[in-house]
């Protein structure tokens, strides 16, 4: 069954129905779902994982009396130095972390699922390497495939076979750059090499039947190899390449495949998937961050349109919920006629109070939205 199909013929309350569908995932698991979704195709936003998102995070799990924490993630990356603060803050506060992927979790996202106890995937969803990108001149490019290319050009040079060409690209490259990329690459691989061994490879034992703790070394061992062959560009050509449950056991991690094994919350992981994927397509909402007791949305700027009078802004917002288009407008200093105008053109004042209700049940936050308007126009709206 198509679960997006479903939530378009039978709308729902965006938020009402998210919360009961992590509630429902908490009393199968025994545990406490955290989701973090990112609106991944709305590129002229700030969707990087950012250090903003770690505050988001934490300012709705700080205080959660609970041992056991299931991480929702839906990302294409951002910032190792903000995951970093991520998995020292679910550490500190969560006895057992697990990640949960439906969709992507790509570089950094892939970073932070390494960091869990447990990886829960389903059939769709997909990590990515870890290389650091970085910025060189005009374009993004892999650190490992830079310092690749750099370590090839010095052998070349150690041996007199530098041609004229790389010689005169490889001197316009500086010391401090060189050092860069090559901590960039470091850093991500450090937190994976210490991740994985402390986590998810902790209560590994030599086989199922015996319950022999493989030693630390091997433990360590083994994260190498699977962080090396997760930072080799040269492998994976692309660092959007999508690695499913059966690249990454291919190359020693392990994945619990809910779509197998655990299909009563596949089916619940599928409809969290297909509930944000159509509320963010179309709402102004790029990032969520939700557990069955609290939601934080992320939205976009709106850009108020100046009307044929400068003492007044209209602009149009979108339910979260149900996509409805409600246009409103703020008075700043208008006469009556101007404003009995727009009234007649049924455009909603965001002077009526603190929120208005769409036809499905939504609330939208015209606060919000008055705030929008000061920042824009420096001006109060009219009361």
Same mark, same amino acid.
């Given at each position: 069954?198509? *679960?997006? @199909?479903?939530?378009?013929?039978?709308?729902? =309350? *965006?938020?009402?129905?998210?919360?009961?569908?992590?509630?429902?995932?908490? &009393?199968?698991?025994?545990?406490?779902?955290?989701?973090?979704?990112?609106?991944?195709?709305?590129?002229?936003?700030?969707?990087?994982?950012?250090?903003? #998102?770690?505050?988001?995070?934490?300012?709705?799990?700080?205080?959660?009396?609970?041992?056991?924490?299931?991480?929702?993630?839906?990302?294409?990356?951002?910032?190792?130095?903000?995951?970093?603060?991520?998995?020292?803050?679910?550490?500190?506060? *969560?006895?057992?972390?697990? *990640?949960?992927?439906?969709?992507?979790?790509?570089?950094?996202?892939?970073?932070?699922?390494?960091?869990? #106890?447990? @990886?829960?995937?389903?059939?769709?969803?997909?990590?990515?390497?870890? +290389?650091?990108?970085?910025? /060189?001149?005009?374009?993004?490019?892999?650190?490992?495939?830079?310092?690749?290319? /750099?370590?090839?050009?010095?052998?070349?040079?150690?041996?007199?076979?530098?041609?004229?060409?790389?010689? /005169?690209?490889?001197?316009? /490259?500086?010391?401090?750059?060189?050092?860069?990329? =090559?901590?960039?690459?470091?850093?991500?691989?450090?937190?994976?090499?210490?991740?994985?061994?402390?986590?998810?490879? &902790?209560?590994?034992?030599?086989?199922?039947?015996?319950?022999?703790?493989?030693?630390?070394?091997?433990?360590?061992?083994?994260?190498?190899?699977?962080?090396?062959?997760?930072?080799?560009?040269?492998?994976?050509?692309?660092?959007?390449?999508?690695?499913?449950?059966? +690249?990454?056991?291919?190359?020693?991690?392990?994945?619990?495949?809910?779509?197998?094994?655990?299909?009563?919350?596949?089916?619940?992981?599928?409809?969290?998937?297909?509930?944000?994927?159509?509320?963010?397509?179309?709402?102004?909402?790029?990032?969520?961050?939700?557990?069955?007791?609290?939601?934080?949305?992320?939205?976009?700027?709106?850009?108020?349109?100046?009307?044929?009078?400068?003492?007044?802004?209209?602009?149009?917002?979108?339910?979260?919920?149900?996509?409805?288009?409600?246009?409103?407008?703020?008075?700043?200093?208008?006469?009556?006629?101007?404003?009995?105008?727009?009234?007649?053109?049924?455009?909603?004042?965001?002077?009526?109070? #603190?929120?208005?209700?769409?036809?499905?049940?939504? #609330?939208?936050?015209?606060?919000?939205?008055?705030?929008?308007?000061?920042?824009?126009?420096?001006?109060?709206?009219?009361?």
């Amino acid at each position: 069954m198509s *679960f997006m @199909i479903d939530y378009i013929k039978n709308p729902v =309350n *965006f938020q009402d129905e998210l919360k009961r569908l992590i509630s429902e995932y908490n &009393k199968i698991r025994g545990t406490y779902l955290f989701v973090y979704y990112v609106a991944t195709e709305k590129t002229n936003l700030n969707i990087q994982l950012d250090q903003q #998102d770690y505050y988001a995070i934490q300012e709705v799990l700080s205080g959660k009396d609970y041992k056991k924490i299931d991480f929702y993630v839906e990302t294409r990356g951002g910032s190792a130095e903000t995951v970093e603060e991520i998995v020292k803050f679910l550490r500190k506060h *969560f006895e057992e972390v697990c *990640f949960v992927v439906s969709g992507e979790a790509k570089s950094a996202g892939t970073l932070l699922v390494l960091s869990g #106890d447990d @990886i829960f995937m389903t059939e769709t969803g997909s990590l990515g390497p870890i +290389d650091a990108q970085m910025k /060189i001149g005009r374009s993004w490019v892999s650190a490992y495939s830079y310092m690749e290319w /750099i370590d090839k050009r010095r052998e070349e040079a150690s041996e007199g076979k530098l041609n004229q060409f790389d010689a /005169i690209m490889a001197a316009q /490259i500086s010391p401090g750059e060189v050092v860069g990329v =090559n901590d960039a690459l470091n850093f991500a691989t450090d937190l994976a090499n210490d991740w994985l061994p402390n986590y998810k490879f &902790k209560d590994w034992t030599e086989t199922e039947t015996r319950k022999i703790p493989v030693s630390k070394e091997d433990r360590e061992s083994r994260a190498r190899e699977i962080v090396d062959k997760l930072i080799a560009h040269s492998h994976w050509k692309t660092h959007a390449r999508s690695l499913k449950i059966e +690249d990454l056991q291919s190359i020693g991690l392990s994945i619990k495949n809910l779509d197998a094994d655990y299909p009563r919350l596949a089916e619940i992981v599928y409809r969290i998937q297909a509930l944000c994927t159509l509320t963010l397509g179309g709402s102004d909402i790029y990032k969520i961050f939700a557990t069955a007791d609290d939601l934080l949305n992320k939205r976009a700027p709106q850009k108020p349109i100046a009307s044929k009078s400068e003492e007044v802004l209209q602009l149009d917002t979108r339910c979260p919920s149900c996509g409805a288009i409600h246009h409103l407008y703020g008075r700043l200093g208008i006469p009556a006629s101007l404003e009995a105008e727009f009234k007649s053109r049924g455009v909603i004042p965001v002077n009526l109070g #603190d929120k208005i209700k769409c036809t499905c049940g939504q #609330d939208i936050d015209l606060q919000a939205i008055r705030n929008q308007i000061k920042e824009k126009t420096g001006r109060d709206v009219c009361k």
